[in-house]
């Protein structure tokens, strides 16, 4: 068998994914194992190999499925993992990991010893990670180096996530990393050193030297603010795997253009950087063998330097692997190498199978060896290894395209051509950078204009990014494909290796590929609602609702967001809700007000999405989020403005608007009352959304309509007491109420008076703090409801 090591771990990985589905005990499963062992060694006793071997398989999955069970327990046991706490409280422990920085704020990670909270001291284990946001004295505060022992004062954040139908990718996430709960510090002031690390220590050693790399670089790309410039922030990325500096719109123009992949340091930064040593040793006529020791050794040395990232974890087991197999039997088997690699990694965590950056990792690996060889032929030879960076390029794109489209919801054409570009890039970026870092050791002046020079590659890098913007069909955002269609896409694309039996064998099935490959960069299946639906998506402190008429048509009022930082409530949360629908195109975008929690999400939304008209009522004159908000809308889009009294009807859905007054539509400064009120009507049933309006609006619309009787109320302004007047209350008379809110926000809400209200008129109260996502749907008749928790 020229692979066995293959079968291995897909029994492994078999073994990983089964238990995850499973709820088997630990020991229903080691008993399973040990049974299996046992007719493994009795059929290899017999000397029936076949039958040994497909029980060592068997063993192999049992031994995934007790591994991923043990792991699961260990870490929902966790002492830290299962506390929970409203308040602040001191944690103690060590620096594990150094702090990862940010634009707006920093991550600290240690591992925590004791707690003390309400005047109880508790001796707590696990690892956490605290966010500190900015100020003036983070830079000072957080100098922290791996091992030193710190207090923190924090309050721990919800574990849940955002919840929204789908299971929370927040948990595997944070499984993957090993990370047992998270916290939050709204100053460095709060975090005290107790006791420095040990000095001679190797990891507390590469701590420091990692930080004092991060200062060189701060020192000579630093922009007029006396910050990291955004060049600086490229090359700590190549060079470090410090992605978190990275300005969004690069971040965002990267991976539009399919080459955000090489700034996680993974097999071709490993690649590249072997390359260099391999050539360096090669004119320093070092012999071949001890070069392959020597490059192992530095490939350990430098997963150090990066601490451990997950994906220089994986490029690093892959290519010491590789090495030592040269260094022992010189020729090696790639698909044993990574196999082996694939191996050791799902052993040590088999959390690892379900993060993305690992089956990213090892599907475009294995479609190279599989198919370059067989896919190179056809191609000319051409001048600068032309060929082969275009098949290397389209053979990788081959395993990872619907890993890609399900993960990222984006299919990228323009990788296969900018690839080409950008990897020579970025080996010149990396080769002066760590030029650069030992020169700005030895003098800050030749340091300084090399950095000039990295710095105008890493300009032409971002320019290069750029070059497919005007051209929409070759990157674009697809709702998540459906199951069967990557399993045909990869069941016809492996058939394709065989030996032709019969004839025409390999036509039939590159068109049934072809036809796998069609759906899934297309996704031709309609969104289609039997009833009037409306979901109010959670998206933390703010709010986002997904209507979605009899039909095909859908609304979406408001997308959420954060008034300050870098998370982007639209990416990251209601695009994410809308695709897993299998929604393309918003035919009705509505923003309510310009307030960030309600319009920075839009953004995200515009730009990801198909509109087909826009409403809106009062415009700012000047706010930067909305004008950017307003140049993500296509021209194409209609632009609507509303007022009180407009009315739109949607198959037998009634939409009306039932405030603010019309006046001057540009304003100095949004209120909560300039906000567009709507009332939908379906048959017997309807839904009143006031968005964020207060008292005084409430009552002009008291004044100005008779019946505003509707069975779903959505809470103005997210539960506040400047809301839901009691008259309000008592017209609308709702027998539910939906309250968009964060859990634990700094505003307090819902108030208990007004919740005291909605329990007054015997309204059911359903809270998206609570119970996340909530799905209120109807057939003119009857009201149905669906909640994510």
């Known amino acids: 068998m020229p692979f066995p090591f293959l079968f291995l771990v897909l029994s492994l990985a078999s073994g990983i994914l089964l238990s995850s589905f499973l709820s088997f005990s630990l020991l229903t499963w080691i008993l399973s194992l040990m049974a299996s062992l046992a007719f493994a060694w009795l059929f290899f006793l017999l000397r029936k190999e076949k039958q040994a071997f497909l029980f060592i398989l068997l063993s192999t999955l049992l031994l995934g499925a007790s591994l991923y069970s043990f792991s699961n327990k260990n870490f929902d046991k966790n002492s830290l993992r299962k506390l929970s706490l409203s308040n602040y409280a001191d944690f103690y422990g060590t620096v594990n990991k150094s702090p990862s920085r940010g634009p707006d704020r920093d991550f600290l990670f240690i591992k925590v010893k004791k707690v003390i909270y309400e005047n109880k001291e508790e001796k707590i284990r696990g690892n956490l990670?605290?966010?500190?946001?900015?100020?003036?004295?983070?830079?000072?505060?957080?100098?922290?180096?791996?091992?030193?022992?710190?207090?923190?004062?924090?309050?721990?954040?919800?574990?849940?996530?955002?919840?929204?139908?789908?299971?929370?990718?927040?948990?595997?996430?944070?499984?993957?990393?090993?990370?047992?709960?998270?916290?939050?510090?709204?100053?460095?002031?709060?975090?005290?050193?107790?006791?420095?690390?040990?000095?001679?220590?190797?990891?507390?050693?590469?701590?420091?030297?990692?930080?004092?790399?991060?200062?060189?670089?701060?020192?000579?790309?630093?922009?007029?603010?006396?910050?990291?410039?955004?060049?600086?922030?490229?090359?700590?990325a190549l060079l470090l795997g410090e992605r978190s500096r990275m300005d969004p719109s690069i971040t965002q123009s990267l991976q539009k253009a399919g080459i955000y992949h090489l700034f996680a340091i993974s097999g071709a930064h490993i690649a590249i950087i072997s390359f260099f040593l391999f050539s360096l040793l090669k004119l320093s006529r070092v012999p071949t063998r001890l070069s392959y020791l020597l490059v192992i050794v530095f490939l350990f040395f430098y997963a150090f330097l990066v601490e451990g990232r997950p994906s220089v974890m994986r490029a690093t087991i892959m290519a010491v692997a590789f090495l030592l197999g040269k260094l022992i039997w010189r020729n090696v088997n790639l698909i044993n190498t990574i196999s082996i690699s694939a191996f050791i990694l799902l052993f040590f965590n088999p959390f690892s199978l379900f993060n993305v950056g690992f089956q990213l990792t090892f599907a475009a690996t294995f479609s190279i060896i599989l198919f370059f060889p067989r896919v190179i032929k056809y191609f000319p030879r051409l001048p600068l290894r032309i060929s082969e960076i275009l098949v290397l390029s389209l053979t990788a794109q081959l395993g990872v395209f619907p890993f890609i489209a399900s993960s990222f919801n984006r299919v990228t054409f323009s990788s296969l051509i900018l690839n080409y570009a950008a990897l020579p890039l970025v080996g010149l970026i990396m080769a002066g950078g760590y030029?650069?870092?030992?020169?700005?050791?030895?003098?800050?002046?030749?340091?300084?204009?090399?950095?000039?020079?990295?710095?105008?590659?890493?300009?032409?890098?971002?320019?290069?990014?750029?070059?497919?913007?005007?051209?929409?069909?070759?990157?674009?955002?697809?709702?998540?494909?459906?199951?069967?269609?990557?399993?045909?896409?990869?069941?016809?694309?492996?058939?394709?290796?065989?030996?032709?039996?019969?004839r025409k064998q390999k036509l039939v099935l590159a068109v049934l590929f072809l036809a796998f490959f069609t759906v899934l960069i297309s996704y031709p299946f309609p969104s289609v609602s039997k009833n009037l639906k409306l979901t109010f998506i959670d998206v933390g402190q703010g709010e986002s609702i997904l209507v979605e008429?009899?039909?095909?048509?859908?609304?979406?009022?408001?997308?959420?967001?954060?008034?300050?930082?870098?998370?982007?409530?639209?990416?990251?949360?209601?695009?994410?809700?809308?695709?897993?629908?299998?929604?393309?195109?918003?035919?009705?975008?509505?923003?309510?007000?310009?307030?960030?929690?309600?319009?920075?999400?839009?953004?995200?939304?515009?730009?990801?999405?198909?509109?087909?008209?826009?409403?809106?009522?009062?415009?700012?004159?000047?706010?930067?989020?909305?004008?950017?908000?307003?140049?993500?809308?296509?021209?194409?889009?209609?632009?609507?403005?509303?007022?009180?009294?407009?009315?739109?009807?949607?198959?037998?859905?009634?939409?009306?608007?039932?405030?603010?007054?019309?006046?001057?539509?540009?304003?100095?400064?949004?209120?909560?009352?300039?906000?567009?009120?709507?009332?939908?009507?379906?048959?017997?049933?309807?839904?009143?959304?006031?968005?964020?309006?207060?008292?005084?609006?409430?009552?002009?619309?008291?004044?100005?309509?008779?019946?505003?009787?509707?069975?779903?109320?959505?809470?103005?302004?997210?539960?506040?007491?400047?809301?839901?007047?009691?008259?309000?209350?008592?017209?609308?008379?709702?027998?539910?109420?939906?309250?968009?809110?964060?859990?634990?926000?700094?505003?307090?809400?819902?108030?208990?008076?007004?919740?005291?209200?909605?329990?007054?008129?015997?309204?059911?109260?359903?809270?998206?703090?609570?119970?996340?996502?909530?799905?209120?749907?109807?057939?003119?008749?009857?009201?149905?409801?669906?909640?994510?928790?």
Not at 209 to 215: A, C, D, G, K, V
């Open 549 to 789: 008429f009899p039909g095909r048509k859908k609304m979406l009022i408001d997308g959420g967001g954060q008034p300050e930082g870098t998370f982007d409530t639209g990416e990251q949360v209601v695009s994410p809700f809308l695709w897993e629908k299998g929604i393309k195109k918003i035919d009705y975008l509505i923003l309510t007000h310009a307030h960030p929690d309600h319009l920075n999400g839009l953004k995200a939304v515009a730009r990801n999405f198909k509109i087909g008209e826009y409403w809106e009522t009062f415009s700012p004159l000047e706010s930067d989020p909305y004008m950017e908000f307003k140049r993500s809308l296509s021209s194409s889009v209609s632009l609507k403005r509303l007022f009180r009294g407009h009315s739109h009807l949607e198959k037998k859905v009634r939409i009306e608007v039932l405030h603010p007054e019309k006046g001057e539509p540009y304003v100095g400064t949004i209120s909560n009352d300039h906000s567009l009120v709507l009332r939908l009507s379906y048959n017997k049933i309807s839904f009143l959304l006031p968005g964020d309006i207060g008292i005084d609006a409430e009552k002009t619309i008291l004044e100005s309509y008779g019946q505003i009787k509707s069975q779903v109320l959505k809470s103005p302004h997210h539960g506040s007491p400047s809301s839901s007047s009691e008259a309000f209350l008592n017209r609308v008379s709702p027998e539910i109420v939906v309250i968009s809110v964060g859990e634990n926000n700094r505003y307090g809400f819902p108030n208990h008076e007004i919740l005291e209200r909605y329990k007054k008129i015997g309204a059911k109260v359903y809270r998206t703090d609570v119970y996340g996502a909530v799905e209120v749907s109807s057939d003119g008749e009857t009201i149905f409801i669906r909640t994510a928790q």
């Open 129 to 236: 990670r605290i966010t500190i946001p900015h100020s003036s004295e983070s830079s000072s505060s957080l100098r922290l180096f791996v091992h030193d022992k710190i207090k923190v004062s924090a309050r721990l954040l919800s574990s849940k996530g955002y919840r929204n139908f789908k299971a929370s990718s927040l948990n595997a996430y944070l499984k993957s990393q090993n990370i047992h709960n998270r916290a939050f510090s709204k100053s460095a002031l709060l975090v005290e050193r107790l006791e420095s690390g040990k000095k001679y220590s190797p990891l507390h050693l590469v701590s420091v030297l990692r930080q004092n790399l991060q200062h060189k670089i701060e020192n000579h790309f630093s922009s007029e603010a006396n910050v990291l410039s955004p060049q600086g922030a490229v090359l700590e």
């Open 435 to 502: 030029i650069f870092l030992l020169l700005s050791f030895a003098s800050s002046f030749l340091a300084q204009h090399l950095a000039k020079g990295i710095e105008y590659l890493i300009n032409f890098l971002i320019s290069c990014s750029h070059l497919s913007d005007k051209v929409s069909f070759i990157s674009y955002r697809i709702p998540t494909p459906h199951i069967f269609t990557i399993i045909g896409y990869f069941f016809f694309l492996l058939l394709l290796l065989l030996p032709s039996k019969i």
